[in-house]
């Protein structure tokens, strides 16, 4: 079996781990805790820049291999036998365009406005401790569900909207838009309790230095009492057709 | 067989109640009153099912709706309010299941047979339709410039006594009926039963309401999806910044339109679920030691009323305070400008406004250094709120923004094709060192 060029093991190996730090972490995480949680662009652009650098740290360890890894570039420029016409095109080609594509690159990054600075991901957060044993006392019933949705459409369907698809008169003015309840990934991936505490704590309840502070969701407690909250929990569930996680 | 169809029928009858009672009830009311739980404190009012009297209809005025009007109200919803679009929720048997049992709730459905106003084809004159705009006087409550602030608009009212603003005519998303010629064609010919807007299939021609309803549609000229980019570049001049809002600088910036909501976030005194302005137009321009602000909005009431603008920012740079009046922790400052007062604190900031045709106008004008500083490339938060005196909206009764962000362009000293240059000749000469090492 012929051998493969270090050039291109060292290539896949990127690409491998290039791979599953832009589309991998999604699903694993989606596996192993439920809620799927990609990393950000910059976390992405990091971390394959340190797999690059510790690549080309083990292709430098020995010079035999840092040498085979060069060699395919190498036998690309230098002409050891006559060469056919292929090699010849494709020599001119990379060594016309690489110079304006460089510049047009140059050219985009210079024109291109700085980017503002992005909040931390994620819709999901942990749910507070003290939350975590916290049960729906009421039972699902028909009364009950549907005095939650008198209250839902009195305080909550102006931005959660009366389908409850997210799109309420004022869902497009708020960043991040309001959660869309038929969506899976939304409360179809979380239990009662956790609603419970993002109506009872509202934005501000969230965890400091996340997206507490432009979040729009009102803090209900105190306006809302806690019969009244879960009663919303079970008409959104209810009239949005999905199901606690815990419930399924 | 009679018997079947009537079995069928009231079958079909008992399935649009069901649907009805766990989707439209909610607004509409158990008995189709328009008096559901949350009906009152909602503008527009749900429809009242059993009066019977439709706005959005196909049909001549005082008429009923057909059954695709119907029908389409429940698919589309109707836009710019709360009436949502259900055609990817109910399945089309149930909609048409729907449109038969609102038709039961009402006895003039049994009698009466709509028939639609037919629609003229063919080319329409907006220019001419301009003129017949000002000769059937739909200034007199559209205002000269579409913007619902007509002369006599503040008096208007129709039969439940609530004063519905005249459609404000530049923002077509907000048309419950949609806003193509031909559903405007609809609106003005049959007009809207139960409100000030009549009919004019007697005033005008078919065609003259053809070149209307044209002109109408070309007046929509607003942003009907707001940009997703919530930032606004302050871009650099040379030479002062201005003062008015008509300065010809201002053209040399990108406006940028940010959607506005309901201050729905605090509870004290009252949650807000009816601002006038749905949208507010920002541009910014600095030049290194003052900065700029020019603010526009709808509000058709120019004079009489309070009406308020904010620009507010964190107190201390890098804090991220709380949407609208931060907390204990993280506070903001603001700049306030409010149409019957002099500034109230001297903020060291001066305001300029300015009122027509249904829009305000607000220059926000500032030294560049102080608290916040404005520095090239530094994103700084912004939030904008608004509030308009004639719809009663006072303290934190208001419209706003989220977080944005305005960045202060940087002085452009370089130019981008110097750096492509650069990189283009760096690349060359990198070339022609490797095919020298590699071929000696």
């Known amino acids: ?248 | 067989m009679i018997l079947a169809l009537a079995i069928a029928l009231a079958q079909s009858e008992s399935a649009g109640r069901d649907t009805y009672l766990r989707r439209c009830a909610w607004c509409h009311g158990d008995t189709g009153r328009g008096d559901g739980a949350s009906a009152a404190g909602m503008f527009p009012r749900p429809r009242d099912f059993v009066r019977a009297d439709y706005r959005i209809r196909s049909t001549p005025h005082g008429r009923l709706p057909t059954d695709e009007d119907l029908a389409r109200a429940i698919e589309k919803g109707l836009p710019g309010t709360p009436m949502p679009a259900w055609e990817k929720i109910l399945s089309r048997d149930e909609i048409a299941q729907l449109v038969r049992y609102l038709k039961s709730l009402s006895p003039r459905f049994a009698d009466e047979r709509p028939t639609p106003i037919a629609v003229p084809s063919g080319p329409g004159s907006a220019e001419r339709g301009r003129e017949l705009y000002r000769k059937a006087r739909c200034t007199l409550c559209h205002g000269d410039a579409g913007r619902g602030d007509g002369g006599i608009a503040t008096t208007l009212y129709y039969e439940w006594g609530l004063s519905p603003p005249a459609r404000n005519l530049t923002r077509g998303w907000t048309f419950k009926g949609g806003h193509d010629p031909r559903d405007l064609y609809l609106r003005i010919t049959g007009g809207l039963n139960g409100t000030p807007m009549g009919p004019y299939a007697d005033l005008l021609t078919d065609r003259e309401r053809w070149d209307l309803a044209h002109y109408v549609a070309s007046l929509d000229v607003e942003p009907s999806e707001t940009t997703e980019d919530f930032v606004v570049t302050a871009t650099y001049i040379d030479g002062e910044v201005p003062s008015g809002h008509d300065a010809p600088e201002w053209g040399k910036t990108r406006p940028i339109t940010i959607p506005l909501g309901a201050q729905v976030i605090r509870d004290a005194p009252i949650r807000w679920w009816s601002p006038t302005a749905g949208s507010v137009t920002l541009r910014a321009l600095w030049n290194g030691r003052e900065i700029a602000f020019l603010v526009e909005w709808g509000d058709p009431t120019g004079r009489g009323y309070a009406d308020s603008a904010f620009l507010q920012f964190p107190a201390e740079a890098g804090t991220k305070p709380y949407l609208l009046h931060g907390d204990e922790d993280e506070s903001v400052l603001r700049w306030h400008w409010q149409s019957d007062l002099a500034p109230v604190e001297p903020m060291g900031f001066s305001v300029h406004p300015f009122w027509k045709e249904g829009r305000r106008h607000v220059v926000f004008r500032r030294s560049a250094s102080g608290t916040p500083g404005f520095r090239p490339d530094e994103f700084i938060p912004l939030l904008v709120s608004v509030r308009d005196g004639s719809n009663g909206e006072r303290g934190d009764r208001r419209a706003l923004t989220t977080w944005i962000y305005v960045r202060p362009e940087p002085r452009k000293t370089f130019n981008p094709w110097l750096e492509a240059l650069a990189c283009f000749l760096g690349v060359v000469l990198l070339q022609v060192w490797i095919l020298k090492k590699v071929r000696s």
């Open chain 1, 1 to 248: 079996m012929k051998k493969v060029p270090t050039l291109v093991r060292a290539a896949m190996a990127f690409v491998i781990l290039y791979g599953f730090f832009a589309f991998g972490i999604a699903p694993v995480t989606k596996a192993l805790v439920g809620t799927a949680a990609p990393l950000p662009s910059s976390l992405v652009l990091m971390y394959s820049g340190m797999s690059a650098a510790a690549i080309l740290l083990y292709v430098s360890l020995r010079e035999e291999r840092w040498r085979d890894f060069f060699r395919p570039v190498v036998r690309f420029l230098r002409d050891d036998e006559p060469p056919t016409r292929a090699k010849r095109f494709a020599r001119a080609a990379v060594l016309v365009l690489l110079p304006p594509a460089a510049g047009a690159w140059a050219y985009a990054r210079a024109s291109a406005p700085p980017e503002p600075p992005a909040d931390p991901p994620g819709i999901h957060f942990n749910l507070p401790d003290k939350y975590a044993a916290v049960e729906n006392p009421l039972p699902w019933t028909e009364d009950n569900v549907r005095e939650g949705g008198i209250l839902y459409t009195r305080n909550c369907a102006m931005c959660h909207g009366d389908a409850q698809d997210g799109n309420g008169l004022f869902a497009r003015a708020w960043q991040p838009r309001p959660a869309n309840f038929r969506d899976t990934g939304t409360i179809a991936q979380l239990d009662e309790n956790y609603l419970f505490w993002r109506i009872k704590e509202g934005g501000p309840g969230l965890p400091k230095g996340s997206i507490e502070h432009r979040s729009a969701m009102p803090v209900w407690d105190g306006v809302l009492t806690d019969d009244e909250i879960w009663k919303i929990i079970m008409f959104e569930y209810t009239s949005a057709g999905v199901k606690p996680a815990k419930r399924k």
